[in-house]
């Protein structure tokens, strides 16, 4: 009775409710960041044979003098900005037209068949593009040559691989946008959208001053999700590229990758991984510090 007594605490009964997902957390997440940081601090690698060596902050110090890895780091910046904003942009327009679009025929078949290349993994997508992109047998080509536009060479040319990889994530990853979109715009009261049918205000004037205001919360928790996966990207391009030709797609993902299961260098790479993750979460932190302070100013303003 006293076990039973004690379980029914409220108190108790929570954290019993929770302690599953805890311990899922501890396990699969505190204690591998713990190693992760703990392995950072020293020369440790595979290939050699020897034990690790404690060498203190010298793997930070490696990565702050590597000119290569902050060529990665901008290539990996201009990546993040091309592609979440096509998405977002692409996203938004698409998004509009099909909410502005309710009684279209074929509007749920037309949604389904945009939302199918969220289903395939990067791996399944690189490959298939890969083969498009052949310039003897990809579908492409042929239609450049039957164009009359010649052959492209599109992941050997250092003019077109970054883009051809830039197509491959906008394709991928714009119904993303739309399905948030769709979420943020079916957050409007219909009240206020009726009101303003009323008083006639033009389409634009609708999306600036009913519209956005409602929406653009849930869009900017969108645009946070892409950056941050789009930050970590390194499957689809170590598919198509494998971040050539040179290392003109080589993204920082893919140079931590290959740090540390090709050269097995895990003392660098873990170093590199904690600087990612601290780059993430500051980036997280700020980002929703900014959204949640506009938000509480707009509720200030509409009390007031």
């Known amino acids: 009775m006293r076990v039973r007594r004690f379980i029914e605490r409220p108190r108790v ?32 690698s595979m290939v050699t044979g020897m034990p690790p060596r404690y060498i203190g902050l010298g793997n930070y110090e490696d990565i702050v003098y590597s000119f290569r ?21 692409l996203g938004i327009a698409i998004g509009i037209l099909f909410w502005g679009s309710v009684r279209l025929p074929g509007r749920r078949l037309a949604l389904t068949l945009l939302f199918t290349p969220m289903l395939m993994t990067p791996l399944a997508a690189g490959i298939f593009f890969r083969l498009m992109y052949e310039p003897s047998i990809g579908i492409i080509n042929y239609v450049t040559r039957w164009a009359g536009l010649g052959t492209f060479s599109f992941l050997s040319d250092r003019s077109l691989a970054f883009a051809a990889v830039v197509f491959v994530d906008v394709w991928m ?26 008083d006639r205000l033009p389409w634009w004037r609708r999306l600036v001053t009913v519209v956005l205001p409602h929406a653009k919360f849930i869009l900017m928790i969108g645009i946070l999700l892409r950056t941050i996966e789009s930050f970590k990207t390194m499957d689809l391009v170590f598919n198509m590229t494998g971040g050539g030709p040179g290392t003109t797609t080589e993204l920082v993902a893919l140079t931590l990758w290959r740090r540390a299961f090709e050269a097995f260098n895990l003392g660098w790479s873990s170093a590199l991984a904690f600087i990612l993750l601290l780059m993430a979460i500051a980036f997280t932190s700020i980002f929703l510090f900014v959204l949640n302070l506009r938000r509480r100013q707009q509720e200030r303003e509409a009390s007031a």
């Open 173 to 198: 990853w714009t119904p993303f946008m739309v399905l948030i979109t769709l979420a943020a715009l079916g957050s409007v009261p219909k009240a206020e959208l009726e009101a303003a049918e009323v």
């Open 69 to 89: 890895l902050w060529e990665s780091f901008g290539r990996t910046l201009s990546w993040v900005v091309v592609t979440v904003g096509i998405e977002t942009v």
């Open 13 to 44: 009964f929570a954290l019993l409710l929770i302690a599953p997902a805890l311990i899922f957390f501890f396990v699969w997440n505190i204690i591998p960041v713990l190693t992760l940081i703990g392995v950072s601090f020293y020369n440790y």
